[in-house]
């Protein structure tokens, strides 16, 4: 089984700054099959990057991905109000599908 | 619009059944890997069961904490999937979501979720 770490656990943003969240794999991943999804409170995770670092449809181009092997990480450009959520990262590359623990983030 | 709709969901003592449904639109249905996954705040967001295309032979994956006691299939004449789940436990309760997902293991669509509550 993938194991995957994010971190930080929680943190907390002032608007307009940049964040970064990271998620280590216990073991090599293609590129093609991590995802990150977006939980806001109350509400189903959705889809914000697919493939590292693909967008899904309707996502703000704040947000960008990156990484490889068993580095990945989300960036949000600069914080806005409206991304007050909880992220987890995600490997479709085998069974068990895995996710990372989640990062909360809050606003400053 | 994409819409997933799960239904199903509820109390069931330690030891029952129970079967969860979930009704797509909105998107080819048939052409999408189906997936459950649950969410409970001790374990978080945990994968349960997948299954392929006809393509595929309508193959199934299950999380080893359910494999034997769960059951995925779908009706791709219905754009439905569900979910049996047998001999159900305590750790089972949680939030189960219906995902519409693709060959790479991305959960693109998401349901609302229906909430399992297993309890004496």
């Known amino acids: 089984e993938i194991v995957l770490t994010q971190s930080p656990t929680t943190m907390a943003a002032s608007p307009g700054e940049k964040i970064t969240i990271t998620c280590s794999a216990s073991?090599?991943?293609?590129?093609?099959?991590l995802h990150w999804y977006q939980q806001k409170p109350g509400f189903s995770p959705k889809l914000l990057i697919y493939?590292?670092?693909n967008l899904a449809s309707g996502v703000p181009a704040r947000f960008s991905g990156s990484g490889s092997g068993t580095s990945y990480s989300l960036t949000i450009g600069t914080m806005e109000a409206e991304d007050v959520a909880t992220y987890y990262c995600?490997?479709?590359?085998?069974?068990?599908?895995?996710f990372g623990g989640g990062t909360k983030l809050e606003i400053k | 619009e994409v819409k997933l709709e799960e239904s199903g969901g509820g109390l069931v003592q330690p030891g029952g059944s129970m079967k969860l449904s979930c009704v797509a639109s909105?998107?080819?249905?048939?052409?999408?890997?189906m997936n459950w996954v649950r969410q409970s705040p001790e374990k978080g967001l945990e994968w349960v069961a997948e299954?392929?295309?006809?393509?595929?032979?309508?193959?199934?994956h299950y999380a080893e904490s359910v494999k034997g006691r769960f059951t995925i299939s779908r009706d791709d004449s219905k754009s439905s999937v569900y979910l049996q789940m047998n001999n159900l436990r305590a750790e089972d309760t949680g939030i189960y979501y219906c995902?519409?997902?693709?060959?790479?293991?991305?959960?693109?669509?998401w349901g609302q979720g229906t909430l399992v509550t297993v309890s004496a």
């Open positions: 493939r590292t670092s």
């Open positions: 909105g998107f080819t249905f048939s052409n999408y890997w």
């Open positions: 299954i392929r295309l006809k393509s595929n032979n309508y193959a199934t």
């Open positions: 995902t519409g997902g693709s060959s790479v293991g991305a959960f693109a669509y």
């Open positions: 073991s090599s991943i293609s590129s093609n099959y």
């Open positions: 995600q490997q479709g590359s085998s069974i068990p599908r895995t």
